[in-house]
């Protein structure tokens, strides 16, 4: 089970806190989108084996979202940051290119 | 015949005799026996029978891997199958029945099953029970159930309560042996903060019973000093009775501690599990003797040497006289020993090494004691109980060279390390060749949060054999001072898997490798020689490993005759996987406070107690308890539905809606968010006023509706579905935290706050203008408006809505008001014949008038407009949460299945879900169908069946007869109807 | 276990602050007494509560009956700011836990660190299935859930057990 630090409130909490909320950094595309961004938008994931960005809501705590850098293979997490970016920052590909390389 | 002996005994209290009964026998133990010795103590050797052949056994081992022992403990409330008797403590008072042997133990039926075992290989019910088909259902499969049980499921609900306990530490010891205490004791002197769990009901594990020096004191008395050691540093918590069921991602681990097992008085909970977060865990699990396959090795009286000596020494019982013990080690020898401290004799040792010549040896052959060195055994003689056994040389073909007189057989076959709780999240493991055993590698160890390791293993759970190596190795891994240990040198372990080398079939089809599910040498032979060579496959084949103890004194006994047939290597074949719980672990310790009223929680209203005391009859809506009607004395609930929905029709009707969600959106783009939130334009709402309102997901597909009611310039308060109020804020949330962070917005869920009452039907208006204190009437407070003011003395906020065509108030209180408020419209409202209602007459109500229900008419893939709602969504916005989706072609086309109201021919009530079909298969040879109800009640107001229903081309065509079906008889007839059943322009509710 | 006492508080009042912190906190300074708590912890001032419950969230608990005129001079104090204010005494309703075994019975049903707590922490968290509260009021714990759930709550309290 795992245990995410919400940046909101400082707290490293269990996921039974938690509420997971999929992949991160979506761009919402709208009424003008093509139908292969609206596609692209709503339904196409990376699923990805290795790192992954994520949402989770801190549902039990804080009620804040926030976003997690995290490898779905070995669950190990790079780093929890604000949800309130559309990239992941860079002390967050830092942390990911440092760990990653070892 | 086994026996109490005269002395000896470190664990039991001769002082303290104990009365139990196994299978209704009157027997007597001692305090601290188990169940194991304290049947061995009063001669009953055979414990219980093995699955599929039924045949006699007793027990193999001492501790949590025993195979054979089950029984069903206690009774009526507080009974349980499938213990192990060599765990489970003995109390006075304990009942102890026998499993799987019918019509008694000592003579059962199902034996038959032996005597045909060559007809009942591996595989055996994959191949016979096939064909034909028909027979499986109704003869095979009940008749292997009923053989193939182990102990009964109980009968009554568990009188015992259960305890969680979250706990968090730096570092958590599994494990109370020498190995654990030194780790423990090292952790904590380090400072981190220390939990230590032991299994058993005492510490030191097997050191004072193997006899070892450390820091010049006897093991048991270098044990008792660690623990007061520890006990003293207040940084340590340590528990007995505490296993370590399974460890997890991210440093979590689940203990299981037992509280009232091992005692007769039954109070506070019965066990308790630790939901631990560790920084690093320390596996100090020990390591389990593994028995050797020879012909017979299954017979009563065959026992795990280490097993063996600790029935001698821990409990003073003895399974015989005279005990063959047979090895490929030296520990064994030990066993040798014990057995010849407590006056029992040992007339030959089996080795199947030749030329050994180590300090343990030769201290038992000094003693007196022949060692037949490169013997083995060919065949175990005896049924009940061994009688005796034919030695062969281990090289041969199992010619018997000699017979010897015994009536116990002692076996080991070299330790397997407790790997499973370093492996159960991924630890990987290496063979060690020279001591034939798997061991953790601690090069890759199971990753927590960091990357990093985060369990690690010492002592004999990491392959120490010693008790010198074993304190070695934990100083070496977790620090500290290493104690002076005076131990015996071991010559090395021969790796020896069958006996002898070049057994024939014969002699295979008798050796045992997982005792419970009697899979034997030549079933994991077979296995391979059929093809099933992958050990995972092999495995559920032959069913090995698959019993109640998981494997443990199977799998790499398996795992050995599966390389040793497929020609390659133990390493190669791969262990199977080890998953949690260590041992089984009750339901009712996972489940913890979960039971009963806790078991989930159920929402009440302020009103709850009122309905309640009134007769509701209750509906579940999401996690809310909500009155579905108020059935009176003799009265059905239907009927009790239709004067309900009567009297709020033609009087007054009163309803709980407190359950809806309240949720306050309040800043300068509170318009502008609520405008991308809802298919309406919300913005331009005015102060003062209310507006039903849509919303949709990124999909388009309806989610929620409700009524949205404009407070000021700033401020709304959206109403939600009952069940959708944490779900919307939260969606309200997400949009706000993650899309529009810059939007000066705030939303505040305030459901809880409120009670909320709906005054409903003609006599509305009389009666809140009774209690007095503000304007309702049509010009001051007109539909679809609210005002605040007072009622009775009730500082309210009221809604002029309605849900059900009928004149309507929604009057909202703060919730610790809101139960004097209802009392005081039951009081106000007596004259004019007030009445509460429920939920179904809510529906009912609804469905005359044509309102949709999320739930009902949406489903997750409905759009507003498959409804008939485009009224209700904007044309003027450029954008807002589900128009992108909305413009999918799926959408646009025109047999799309839309809403309308249906009428049967006949007047009865069509069946919820019911299709509508027409002629003709589709692709998948089903019937094709147009249309589906999606909500269809008898309408108390128009005295027939009316429904609401989505229809190709519905809208289309009405005035059409459609054919719905209907379960067991023929199609039903109804025609398409505007869904609007009753006062279509809405007369009553606008007066 | 007689070394817990689980009690349901009457009415206590509550009230809702969202906004920045730095916009509410003057403002609740000056109408409580409160200082600005820190990140999770409280503040307390004249028998009343200030607490951080989120980056843009405080809940002040005070007096049931003082509640309401709190929050009117807090939403003048607050004027044009973006900020919003509101009562919700009647939201959620409060247990205290007095005797040695309280915080071990509440760590049978929260995930939390109780060794770790700051003395005047509020820790929000999950209680058995439903989202809690809990701080300290002297020696006694209070634990704060949702009205509609009292009746489980009261039963997870009175049925936990130290260990």
């Known amino acids: 089970m795992l245990l995410l630090t919400c940046p909101n409130c400082g707290l490293a909490v269990e996921e039974t806190e938690l509420a997971p909320g999929g992949e991160a950094h979506l761009k919402r595309f709208g009424p003008d989108s093509t139908a292969d961004q609206f596609e692209e938008y709503l339904f196409l994931r990376d699923n990805a084996k290795g790192v992954h960005f994520e949402r989770w809501r801190h549902a039990y705590g804080c009620g804040k979202w926030f976003l997690a850098a995290r490898n779905t293979a070995t669950l190990e997490v790079y780093g929890t940051y604000s949800a309130q970016t559309t990239e992941p920052p860079q002390h967050i590909r830092d942390e990911i290119a440092r760990r990653t390389d070892r | 015949m086994s026996r109490r002996l005269k002395t000896g005994g470190r664990r039991i209290d001769r002082s303290r005799p104990v009365t139990f009964t196994f299978d209704g026998r009157e027997m007597r133990g001692f305090a601290g026996d188990t169940v194991a010795s304290a049947l061995l103590a009063n001669g009953q050797l055979v414990m219980g029978r093995s699955f599929k052949y039924h045949r006699p056994r007793s027990v193999v081992a001492s501790g949590p891997e025993e195979p054979n022992a089950l029984l069903s403990i206690g009774e009526g409330a507080r009974f349980e199958p499938n213990q192990r008797a060599t765990v489970q403590p003995l109390w006075d008072g304990l009942v102890a ?226 005990t063959v013990i047979v090895t490929n080690n030296d520990d064994a020898y030990r066993t040798a020993k014990a057995l010849l401290a407590a006056g029992l004799r040992v007339p030959a040792i089996l080795d199947v090494r030749t030329g050994v010549d180590t300090p343990l040896v030769n201290e038992i052959k000094a003693m007196g004691v022949r060692v037949h060195a490169g013997r083995a055994i060919a065949k175990v003689h005896g049924d009940g109980q061994v009688t005796g056994i034919s030695v062969c040389a281990q090289s041969g073909d199992g010619t018997v060279l000699q017979e010897i007189r015994c009536d116990c057989v002692a076996m080991s076959g070299g330790w397997s390390p407790v790997v499973h709780l370093w492996s159960h999240c991924g630890g990987k493991l290496w063979w ?115 019993a109640t103890d998981q494997g443990k004194l199977s799998n790499i006994n398996g795992l050995a005759v599966l390389a040793d047939r497929l020609d390659t290597t133990i390493p190669q074949v791969g262990t199977t996987t080890f998953r949690p719980p260590y041992t089984p672990v009750t339901i009712g310790t996972l489940a913890g406070e979960a039971r009963g009223v806790a078991f989930q929680p159920l929402r009440r209203t302020p009103i709850h107690d009122w309905h309640e005391s009134h007769g509701a009859h209750w509906e579940p809506v999401g996690q809310w308890r909500r009155p579905y009607c108020f059935p009176r004395a003799g009265e059905s609930h239907a009927e009790a539905v239709t004067r309900e929905i009567r009297n709020t029709r033609e009087k007054l009707g009163l309803l709980d809606a407190s359950t809806l969600g309240k949720i306050l959106v309040r800043g300068p783009d509170a318009g502008r968010f609520l405008d991308m939130l809802y298919t309406n334009m919300m913005s331009t709402l005015k102060p003062g006023k209310c507006r039903y309102g849509l919303m949709c997901d990124e999909n388009g597909f309806l989610m929620d509706d409700g009524v949205v009611a404009r407070i000021d310039d700033q401020t709304f308060l959206c109403h939600t579905t009952t069940g959708g109020a944490e779900r919307i804020h939260g969606w309200m949330e997400d949009w706000l935290q993650c899309e529009w962070w ?250 | 276990m007689s070394e817990v006492a689980v009690r349901a508080m009457g009415p206590v009042g509550m009230i809702t602050l969202r906004g920045a912190l730095e916009t509410l906190a003057p403002a609740v300074e000056a109408v409580t007494g409160c200082a600005q708590p820190a990140q999770r912890l409280s503040t307390e001032a004249n028998g009343r509560r200030a607490m951080w419950m989120s980056p843009d969230e405080l809940m002040l608990v005070c007096d049931h009956a003082e509640a309401p005129g709190l929050a009117s001079r807090l939403t003048d104090q607050l004027g044009d700011a973006f900020a919003t204010i509101a009562v919700v005494s009647d939201a959620r309703i409060v247990f205290e836990l007095t005797g040695p075994g309280s915080a071990s019975a509440l760590a049978s049903l929260m995930p939390v660190d109780f060794a770790r707590l700051d003395p005047s922490e509020v820790r929000r968290t999950r209680m058995a299935q439903i989202p809690a509260a809990i701080w300290r009021e002297g020696t006694a714990w209070r634990v704060m859930c949702f009205r509609s759930v009292a009746h489980y709550a009261e039963a997870l309290l009175r049925g936990a057990v130290p260990a």
């Open chain 2, 432 to 546: 060690d060749e020279a001591r034939a055993m798997f061991r953790p590698d601690a090069d890759h160890p199971p990753t927590g949060a960091d990357g990093k390791g985060f369990v690690t293993f010492v002592g004999a759970a990491s392959g120490a054999l010693t008790a010198a190596e074993v304190l070695a190795d934990v100083t070496d891994t977790i620090g500290g001072t290493v104690p002076v240990v005076e131990d015996t040198a071991e010559g090395p372990i021969q790796q020896v898997w069958t006996m002898p080398e070049g057994a024939p079939h014969k002699l295979r089809a008798k050796m045992w490798l997982d005792y419970q599910n009697d899979v034997k040498v030549s079933d994991v032979r077979l296995a391979a020689q059929e093809g099933f060579e992958s050990v995972e496959h092999a495995k559920r084949y032959t069913t090995l490993g698959m």
């Open chain 2, 742 to 991: 810059n939007w000066k917005v705030h939303a505040l869920n305030l459901t809880e706050q409120f009670a909320q009452i709906a005054v409903v039907g003609p006599k509305a208006r009389i009666v809140l203008e009774k209690l007095g204190g503000m304007n309702v009437s049509a010009d001051t407070l007109p539909f679809m408006t609210w005002a605040d003011g007072t009622l009775g003395g009730f500082g309210v906020r009221v809604y002029r809505i309605s849900f059900s065509g009928e004149l309507s108030y929604e009057i909202a209180v703060p919730a610790g008001q809101g139960r004097a408020l209802w009392d005081a419209l039951i009081t106000a409202g007596a004259e004019f014949d007030a009445m509460p209602y429920g939920t179904e007459a809510l529906h009912v109500m609804r469905a005359e008038k044509g309102f949709i229900m999320i739930g009902d008419e949406t489903d997750g893939t409905i759009i507003p407009q498959d409804l008939g709602l485009d009224w209700a969504i904007s044309k003027k916005k450029d954008d807002f949460l589900g128009k992108r989706g909305q413009q999918r072609d799926e959408f646009q086309k025109a047999d799309r299945w839309k809403l309308v109201g249906l009428e049967t021919l006949d007047g009865s009530v069509l069946e919820d879900g019911a299709y509508a079909v027409v002629d003709g298969r589709n692709a998948n040879g089903q019937r094709r169908t147009e249309g589906r109800v999606t909500s269809t009640y008898y309408s108390t107001t128009l005295d027939r069946g009316i429904a609401m229903g989505l229809v190709a081309r519905g809208p289309a065509r009405m005035g059409e007869t459609v054919r719905f079906t209907r379960i067991g008889g023929e199609p039903v007839e109804a025609r398409i109807v505007d869904p609007v059943f009753f006062d279509k322009d809405g007369e009553k509710q606008n007066v």
């Open chain 2, 97 to 322: 029945r026998s499993q799987n042997a019918w019509p008694s133990l000592g003579f059962d039926v199902g034996r038959v099953n032996d005597y045909g075992s060559k007809f009942l290989p591996a595989g055996f019910y994959y191949k016979t029970f096939i064909h034909p088909r028909p027979l499986w259902k109704h003869v095979f499969e009940p008749f292997i159930r009923r053989a193939a049980g182990l102990g009964a499921a109980p009968t009554e609900a568990d009188a015992d309560t259960y305890a969680h306990r979250y706990a968090y530490y730096d570092t958590l010891v599994i494990g109370g042996g020498i190995a654990g205490l030194l780790a423990a004791r090292a952790a904590a002197e380090a400072g981190d903060r220390v939990m230590l769990v032991e299994r058993q009901g005492h510490w030191g594990g097997r050191a004072p019973t193997d006899g070892a020096t450390i820091d010049g004191k006897p093991a048991a008395e270098w044990v008792n000093d660690t623990v007061q050691a520890i006990d003293a540093m207040d940084n340590v918590t340590t528990i007995l009775r505490c296993e370590g069921s399974g460890v997890y991602d991210h440093g979590y681990i689940l203990c299981t501690e037992g509280l009232t097992d091992h005692v007769a008085e039954k109070s506070g909970p019965r066990q308790r599990l630790w939901r631990v977060r560790a920084g690093r865990v320390v596996t100090a699990t020990g390591a389990i003797e593994r028995p050797l396959s020879f012909a017979g090795n299954d017979v009563p009286g065959v026992v795990l040497a280490s097993a063996l000596r600790d029935y001698v020494t821990e409990y003073g019982v003895s399974l015989g006289e005279r």
